[in-house]
């Protein structure tokens, strides 16, 4: 299972003082050196954390792992995304107001949208990740709009509490088994922990799991290079069943 590593937070401290650091690019290195299999960031519609010279940096400099950029389906992130060329785009919602991504993207509504979207991006060899919620239809509907993978939202998984949380996780395995027989490539993230991310690292069918906040929050006591490889030992051992 890849690890791909969600650098926007550091972005966000950086941008809390709008100074030169902490500088995601150089978080970027450090987890990849540190064993990050994908550096994944999001550039949002209003700029709060990732700035388009960090995105156009980390494409540079980062060469020994896919760059995968989650972004909004819209005309500018198009134009941008095939500019940048990242190794994969994650297609997400994106709302002003809200803190961090809420739900996963509406495929079944926008399908027609979508299926015309990503082609530009299917010619230029860039992969198509759909960052839905683990429901059946959205799954469906993303094989039929052309997506090569879907990345499943563990958002409720996230939060949800006593009985709940295996409620979610049994949520997850259908849908990544489901997701797996129509030939898509599956991943997931939101919202993962330290404490949460074993049982759904266990699902076989997930082969990327994207984390950021967590990590970054962390980063901050152990440093970022101690906070990935905390997190990849724990994937391990979920994947060799400890
Ligand atoms: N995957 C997607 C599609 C996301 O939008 C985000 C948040 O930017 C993440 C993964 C990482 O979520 P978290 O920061 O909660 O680990």
Known sequence: MRLGVNIDHIATIRQARRTFEPDPVKGAILAVEAGADQITLHLREDRRHIQDKD????RKV????PVNLEMAPTEEM???ALTVRPDSITLVPEKREEITTEGGLDVVQLQEYLQNYIKD???AGIRVV???DPIFAQIDASVEAGADAVELHTGEYANAKGIEVDKQLDRLKKS???AYEKGLKVFAGHGL???NV???ASILEIEELNIGHSIIANSVFWGIGEAVRRMKKLILESREGR
Do not use: D
Not at 62 to 65: L, P
């Open 193 to 195: 922990t330290y404490q």
């Open 55 to 58: 995105l156009f940096e980390i």
């Open 62 to 65: 980062i060469t020994e792992v």
């Open 198 to 200: 074993k049982p759904v």
């Open 121 to 123: 991006f299917k010619e």
């Open 176 to 178: 990544a088994t489901y």
């Open 130 to 132: 759909f960052f839905i």
């Open 78 to 80: 198009k134009n941008i």
